[in-house]
């Protein structure tokens, strides 16, 4: 009686073991499913982005904004990767290249 119900708990306890190691917990920047998947849109991601560091001069009233307005889709999508010779952290870049390899969608 004592042994079939030991042999029972034993079991489970080998199981869960097994079963931690085939689903190893890799962090969340390392999943490769979630980075992949992950879209990048010009409304959600780029805009906050040169918002917040390419303000006034881009942005209506500022001095390069006849030319180079960064409210405007187009403007930013023809300019691609050039976008990262003017930001200087890797967070940044990783930003602008997640949006480009996904595609460049506006939304
Ligand atoms: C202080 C004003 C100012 C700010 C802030 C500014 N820019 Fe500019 N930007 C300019 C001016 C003026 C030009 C045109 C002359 C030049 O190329 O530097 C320009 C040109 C550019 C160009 C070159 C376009 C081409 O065809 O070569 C890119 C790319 C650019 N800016 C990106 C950015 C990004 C991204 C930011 C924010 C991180 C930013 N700029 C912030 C003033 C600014």
């Known amino acids: 009686m004592y042994s079939a119900l030991t042999l029972a708990i034993g079991l489970l306890f080998v199981g ?3 079963l931690s190691f085939s689903t190893p917990d890799l962090p ?7 980075s992949k998947d992950t879209v990048y849109t010009f409304q959600s991601n780029i805009l906050p982005l040169l918002q917040s560091n390419c303000n006034p001069c881009h942005f209506p009233r500022g001095k390069v904004y006849a030319k180079l307005p960064f409210d405007d889709y187009k403007t930013v999508v023809s300019l691609g990767k050039k976008l990262n010779t003017r930001f200087k952290q890797k967070k940044q870049h990783a930003i602008i290249n997640r949006w480009i390899e996904s595609g460049a969608k506006e939304n």
């Open 28 to 34: 969340p920047d390392q999943k490769p499913a979630r």
């Open 16 to 18: 869960f073991i097994l």
